[in-house]
């Protein structure tokens, strides 16, 4: 029986973001770890490697698919209601121990982390989005940017196809990676997961790399939205998070910033859950540093008004949620406030047009399409 690095192995074809060095040794530009590989060797996602001194990348499948309300990704100011059609392929060039997805990201690392790919086309994916109704085209789960080539050849079709796009992903970018994402990706969410480097390599990277990416996020015009996701113990002190947020106001106050609420999960499970207050005081810190939207997620009805979208000049409640439920709508059709005329900024619709769900659900497209594992 093939191991899962076996099948992935056969499920790829050459890259486009290397250089070929001497000696048949190639350099990655995919992600900030620019890994320079020698010839029969994987890079340090273990899903991208060299034979024969060219680099190849994983092609042709999806760890999984699942239809999302937009606002999980989550992205505040782009299309509020839409639902984000969300593709994932396997592997991180990270190894946080508190990993959401780690079934999909850890898959190579961690024998427990069982996730079979699916083959799958593009054409697949976009067809199977349209039909759910999505707006958005997502690559989650795992880091899209190390299967940066396979998300491209999606979104073209997506595009055609008239959707937006998107990615979720760690930041851990390279001037050349966001080059070759731009005319393709419309949204970018950025996980910064910490303001010390100390942290940042204890996660397999370093901090460096991640600032650099979101200032470049910015100049370059993607819709950007951040995650800090707080861990109790980690990098919820005030210090740190103080300097997290005059960082970001440092890029631009208008960036949204997501302070999230950890949850016990795979390897961390020593830190209690955050609580509501810890969220209410970065929230306060955000907003002292500067910072005009900031939300405070993964505890709806606990936060006060930090699930809302507010006019920053006449504190007019915009947009008002519940979790991931949009339960008022107030924008005029230019994304301005209707009471002082203020712009917000965001990617916005003309008008509100419903929510097709505030939970996650599988589409019908595994049982209908015919996606097949490909270890068959
Ligand atoms: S994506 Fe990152 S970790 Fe993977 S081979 Fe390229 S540079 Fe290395």
Redesign the pocket.
Known sequence: MATLQEVLNKNVREGE??EKLDRDFV?????????R?PDGQ????????NEGGK?Y?PWGYVGGVQCDPIEKKPFFHAYPGALAYSFGML?C?LHCSYCQNWVTSQALRDPDAVSPPLRATPEELVRDALRQGARVLVSTYN?P??T?EWAVEVFKQARAAGLMTGFVSNG?G?PQVLDYLHPWVDLYKVDLKSFDDRHYRQLGGRLGPILETIRRLHEMGFWLEIVTLIIPGFNDSDDELRRLAEFLASVSPDIPWHVTAFHQDYKMTDPENTPPETLLRAAEIGAQAGLRYIYAGNLPGHVGGFEHTRCPNCREVLIERYGYLITAYRLTAKGSCPSCGASIPGRWAPSFQGQITAYPFLPGMRRRSGLISIAN
């Open positions: 973001l290397y350099r990655c530009f995919a992600c900030g770890h620019c890994c590989i994987l890079g340090v996602c273990k899903v991208r490697y680099l990348v592997g060039d880091e940017l190390i940066s851990n390279t």
